[in-house]
């Protein structure tokens, strides 16, 4: 189907996808980088004008910043290591033959379906809430003192919540990926007399790690965002305990109004975002033909 | 009406040259098999042909006309493919019906010709079912059914049987054959098997890097190979090959021996060699013969007793032996 | 791995794997449970299950007290609208790239890709002021047109690997058989590639329901869809636990549902046909 007539039409189809996308991807990233060279503040219009790299100083060396970084990559990583973790013991017990797999599928999945700003108020305050929420009536049941989860633990309370919402999506690849496994491979290493324990660290493991790449680095895209879920449960509190980056910008743009270094803020996320994306686009390119 | 003839054909993919320039016709009613390795070009060759690649240089005619330029529709070809192709969201009368619906045909002349091609092909009971609800040889008559409602002035077949285990292949190699001799229409046939080759075609093109080898009757090409490659294509098993100094003897670079005319004896003969390995399928035993000039195949009764670690003598018929000069080429 | 295992282990894994399940939906169940409790039920300690009066009130009080149906409706306009708006603009592109492959193909999908990479948080700022300076804050318009162009690269994604799947013989079959371009796609390629729409379709309304960092930060009221509309009750004058859950329930029940229905389609389409 390489014909001279079907290029030129193809071309045409793709264009107005690429026009859109380069619009949406360099307007605001021009308009970003613009910023934030520029002093622009919302709230006191008339201090205009050039501000040099003092948003990008303000941005990185303001206290918040290293923080905030710290608990993004606790947040990010954490939830990885959880889900992975947790995704391949529950993918490997779910593809064991059992009765009823398909309702199975349907529970684990669920939580994927919840919108975080549900899945986090209800985390919040039906679990996390230290005098009525049931981990606090655990606590009580075992005549332990009420513990203020969210207060005390802010940073670990939103990584179970986004891990319980990734959850789904890592097991659901995992088992997609182990119930690819050919089971004569599997036959074979025991015929070889590998015990179950090696089979799986020599054969299921190294089937499972590239779709092990693909959760991880797609995660990563996501979990770099973590937004509603910062924003409902303790905004970013107490302090700036659970301060994320992305939640960062937000409070310089949106509370602070502070437009310069809000998009000095973003070119930075700009920067680490590609950092990821590098290693995501050579794994995906991988598969491509 | 059938007639195709290539005129300079070539095709190009940017630098690599898959066909050079080429000549070739194919009679009216005509069976003709491309046959060759994989990637020798015969498929491109065959989509060369349907219309399915651009020629970059050279022309095509079908019944005298210049279809170069033509869009494989309008070159009243019909094609069947490896995969099939069927389109698996519509029954078989959709999938039969198909190219006379895109034609325009009448309704009733449309449900004609599909219930006609059902009953030539054996399909008739499964023309409300989906490709995918098929057998593989069952999907391979409806592709064929596809074809021939067209009434096309020549088939193209790209290596259809390739997907079939091998008792179903030997069918519907004898049904196409059958087919051919009822619609007497041209057949282009393209395959990597020479025994598909040699049992379907009227005539053989043998091709090699897109060039064309040798074009013959099957036979034709069995007991005059114009070189050592299509010495060595055709024919099963393949014909054994010798250099040196028993070659100079007929005064050939290479001499070459079917295994079928070699003779056998335990006591006499030309060559002295010790049997490795006997396969004795009842009909035949294939012998392999290590000898002072290397591992010699030959074909033999079925009740041959000869096993492994016999000494035996080979003596080739004389009048069966090829000769080769040092380009590989026959010598007369 | 066909081999019969014993009753006795079945039963074991089976038990395992349900009771895994059931605490990874559990959230999920209680939320539902807790909807239909009355206010202090809610609140019971110790907690109460299934032992109390079931009742629709909560979610009547929040229909009708809390707007339910204006978020509803944005959502659906929003997630709905900004998704077959991509898809109108992504089925050309996808369809060009699978069946017209050109040597830059593969560089034009991983740059479509990369602007997905680009962090929302990163480009807030310009999109707000765009919004402002065009007087489209809090507009269903706006909110459409930003996540169309979020998932963009997802649906073509998407779209591509499905398209790619249809076997390149049978368009030519199509062809030597005498189809135009517009046949070809009309009794050929579009019924070959509607189950591949139709997961695409849902899975990037899923996505688009559930996105939660434009729909936060661009919409009051008037725009405001269900994610707005549940954040609305993490401020603690509106905190109550059987109406958070009606709401949430309400907000939830039909993406989960949909959900389900697309399962199956989920793992190969976020993961871009990378797992299969």
Redesign the interface.
């Known amino acids: 189907m390489a014909t001279q007539a079907s290029r030129s039409a193809a071309r045409l189809m793709i264009s107005p996808s690429v026009i859109l996308l380069f619009l949406w991807m360099a307007v605001p990233l021009g308009m970003v980088i613009y910023y934030s060279f520029r002093r622009y503040r919302l709230l006191n219009p008339d201090r205009a004008g050039w501000a040099g790299w003092s948003n990008y100083s303000n941005f990185v060396f303001s206290p918040d910043f290293g923080g905030a970084l710290v608990n993004t990559l606790i947040l990010v990583l954490g939830v990885l290591l959880l889900t992975v973790i947790l995704g391949i013991l529950i993918a490997l017990l779910i593809d064991q033959p059992i009765w009823g797999q398909g309702p199975v599928r349907i529970l684990v999945i669920s939580p994927f379906f919840i919108m975080p700003p549900v899945s986090a108020l209800v985390w919040k305050n039906m679990f996390f809430n230290p005098s009525n929420g049931l981990f606090g009536e655990l606590f009580k049941y075992l005549g332990m003192p009420p513990y203020d989860f969210l207060g005390q633990a802010p940073l670990a309370s939103i990584v179970t919540i986004v891990a319980w919402e990734w959850l789904p999506f890592a097991t659901l690849i995992l088992l997609t990926a182990l119930q690819s496994l050919d089971g004569e491979q599997l036959e074979a290493a025991e015929m070889d007399g590998a015990p179950p324990l090696k089979r799986f660290f020599y054969i299921v493991l190294p089937h499972m790690s590239r779709a092990i790449t693909v959760v991880v680095l797609i995660q990563t895209i996501f979990l770099l965002g973590i937004f509603g879920e910062i924003l409902v449960t303790t905004s970013g509190g107490p302090g700036t305990a659970s301060t994320t980056l992305p939640f960062l910008i937000f409070k310089k743009a949106l509370l602070d109004f502070d437009v310069g270094t809000a998009a000095a803020g973003g070119i930075v996320a700009v920067i680490l975002a590609n950092i990821v994306a590098i290693f995501l686009m050579k794994a995906i390119g991988k598969n491509l033909d | 009406m059938g007639k195709i003839s290539l005129q300079k054909v070539e095709k190009r993919f940017g630098d690599v040259s898959v066909i050079p320039p080429l000549d070739l016709e194919v009679e009216d009613g005509e069976f003709v098999v491309f046959v060759g390795p994989s990637g020798c070009g015969k498929s491109t060759l065959l989509r060369l042909i349907a219309g399915l690649e651009d020629t970059t240089s050279g022309k095509i005619f079908i019944d005298g006309a210049d279809a170069t330029q033509l869009a494989p529709a309008k070159r009243g070809l019909a094609m069947v493919f490896q995969s099939y192709a069927l389109y698996p969201h519509m029954t078989v009368r959709k999938n039969i019906a198909f190219p006379l619906k895109m034609a325009g045909v009448p309704q009733a002349e449309i449900e004609e010709k599909v219930d006609y091609a059902a009953r030539v092909l054996n399909l008739s009971n499964y023309l409300d079912r989906r490709p995918g609800q098929l057998s593989g040889g069952q999907r391979q008559r409806v592709a064929i059914g596809r074809a021939i409602v067209r009434s096309p002035s020549a088939f193209l077949f790209d290596e259809p049987l390739s997907n079939l285990d091998a008792a179903l292949r030997v069918n519907m190699r004898l049904e196409i054959t059958e087919l051919h001799q009822n619609l007497k229409t041209t057949m282009i046939y393209v395959t990597h098997d020479q025994v598909e080759a040699m049992t379907m075609a009227d005539k053989i093109v043998v091709l090699q890097a897109g060039v064309v080898e040798q074009v013959g009757s099957p036979l034709e090409l069995y007991h005059r190979p114009r070189n050592i490659f299509v010495a060595g294509f055709i024919g099963s098993p393949k014909m054994n090959f010798i250099e040196g100094a028993e070659a100079a003897k007929q005064d050939a670079k290479t001499i070459g021996i079917r295994p079928e005319h070699v003779t056998i004896s335990k006591d006499s003969g030309a060559w002295k060699g010790t049997v490795t390995v006997s396969e004795h399928l009842g009909s035949d035993t294939f012998l392999h013969v290590e000898t002072d000039l290397g591992l010699m195949t030959v074909r033999s009764g079925g009740d041959v007793d000869v096993h492994h670690g016999d000494t035996v003598w080979l003596t080739p018929e004389a009048d069966k032996l090829h000769r080769f000069d040092d380009k590989g080429l026959r010598i007369a | 791995?066909?081999r019969a295992?014993t009753p006795a282990r079945?039963t074991v894994?089976?038990a395992?794997?349900?009771i895994?399940?059931?605490i990874?939906?559990f959230?999920?169940l209680?939320?539902i449970l807790?909807s239909f409790k009355p206010e202090p039920v809610a609140?019971a300690?110790?907690?109460v299950f299934l032992n109390f009066d079931w009742s629709f009130d909560n979610y009547r009080t929040v229909i009708q007290q809390r707007g339910y149906g204006q978020f509803f409706w944005n959502s659906v306009v929003i997630a709905f609208g900004s998704t077959i708006l991509g898809m109108i603009?992504?089925i050309?592109?996808a369809?060009?790239?699978a069946?017209?492959h050109?040597p830059r193909t593969?560089d034009?999908?991983?740059w479509?890709?990369?602007?997905?990479?680009?962090?929302?948080?990163?480009?807030?700022?310009?999109?707000?002021?765009?919004a402002v300076y065009f007087k489209m804050l809090d507009t269903q318009i706006l909110l459409t047109v930003v996540l169309m162009?979020m998932n963009?690269?997802i649906i073509?994604w998407m779209l591509y690997t499905y398209f790619r799947e249809i076997?390149?013989?049978?368009?030519?079959?199509?062809?030597?058989?005498?189809?135009?371009l517009f046949?070809e796609i009309v009794?050929?390629l579009t019924?070959?590639a509607v189950p591949g729409i139709a997961s695409t379709l849902l899975l990037n309304v899923?996505l688009a329901?559930?996105e939660?960092?434009w729909t936060?930060?661009l919409t009051a009221f008037n725009a405001a869809p269900?994610?707005k509309f549940?954040?609305g009750?993490?401020s603690p004058q509106g905190?109550f636990?059987a109406k958070?859950?009606a709401a949430?329930v309400m907000?939830?029940l039909p993406?989960?549902i949909?959900?389900?229905f697309s399962?199956k389609q989920?793992?190969?389409g976020?993961?871009?046909?990378?797992?299969?």
């Open positions: 791995m066909a295992v079945k894994n089976t395992a794997a349900w895994v399940a059931l990874i939906f959230p999920i209680w939320t807790t609140v300690s110790p907690p603009i992504a050309p592109a369809w060009a790239m069946f017209v050109g593969k034009l999908l991983m479509m890709l990369s602007t997905k990479m680009m962090p929302a948080a990163g480009v807030l700022v310009p999109i707000y002021l765009i162009l963009l690269p073509i076997p390149v013989d049978i368009l030519e079959a199509a062809r030597m058989d005498g189809a135009t046949n009794y050929v019924p070959m899923i329901w559930n939660s960092f936060l930060n269900l994610t549940i954040a009750f993490s905190l636990y958070l859950s949430s907000a939830f993406i989960l949909l959900g389900w399962q989920l793992v190969r976020l993961t871009f046909g990378a797992v299969k």
